[in-house]
């Protein structure tokens, strides 16, 4: 009875230590999808019509609800406003969006995925658009037409900045500190409460005795 008490504890330990292991291990296991390329290329001159916007990943990009819903591609100028007409299209390592530009100048692209891995991963880039003279200029819209605010988009990229990793180290440091921490505290009060019973219960016999008085200060 008491050797299984004991027991369990040392099983409670060996548990959160083995969890504690897979956490180390399992972190710097992850790997996110990263762009490979991008149409128009990130940081050039665009200098014809530019009728979709495409980035393409090193891994797929993930699409559990089969209809692009986890992924966000806008297409903004620099007063914000949409320039995508769509909603994106996921297609393997791609995706992609339908766009109508506006004026010549500074576009930026915005993009969330679900990378291979299960996780959301985010960036932007820009580009430069000078159109041929004679080019008709869209006159873009306030939202995207995709119905996702510019406001979420916008807080997934500031958290992800260029679409680079999610966990830091010193997060799964602090989460295997507390785990440890944890399985001392859990091995502490086994062992308490192993040794209290034993020294309620001097004789085998008396193991459910009810109340342990020998605590009490003195009544
Ligand atoms: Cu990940």
């Not at 959160?16 to 996110?32: E, I």
């Not at 591609?73 to 299209?89: I, N, R």
């Not at 020294?199 to 008085?213: C, N, R, S, V, Y």
Request: aromatic share 4%.
């Amino acid at each position: 009875m008491r050797r299984g008490r004991l027991g369990g504890g040392l099983a409670a330990l060996a548990l959160v230590a083995g969890f504690a292991g897979a956490v180390l291990v399992a972190a710097p296991a992850s790997a996110h999808d990263y762009v490979v390329s991008t149409t128009p290329k990130a940081d050039t001159t665009a200098d014809a019509a530019v009728p979709t916007v495409d980035v393409t990943f090193d891994d797929v990009v993930l699409d559990p609800q089969h209809d692009g819903s986890t992924t966000v591609l806008q297409v903004t100028d620099p007063s914000g406003k949409h320039f995508e007409t769509s909603c994106p299209a996921v297609s393997g390592r791609q995706i992609s969006v339908p766009t109508a530009l506006g004026d010549a100048g500074a576009y930026t692209v915005t993009w969330r995925i679900v990378s291979a891995d299960g996780h959301p991963v985010s960036g932007t880039f820009g580009f430069e658009y000078r159109p041929p003279s004679g080019t008709t200029s869209a006159a873009g819209q306030a939202a995207s037409p995709c119905g996702g605010s510019t406001a979420q988009a916008g807080a997934a990229t500031a958290t992800k900045a260029n679409g680079s990793s999610a966990v830091s180290p010193g997060v799964v440091v602090g989460i295997v500190v507390a785990v440890v921490v944890l399985a001392a505290v859990v091995a502490v009060l086994l062992t308490r409460r192993a040794r209290r019973s034993l020294d309620a219960a001097p004789d085998a016999a008396a193991d459910g005795a009810p109340d342990d008085a020998p605590q009490a200060p003195g009544e």
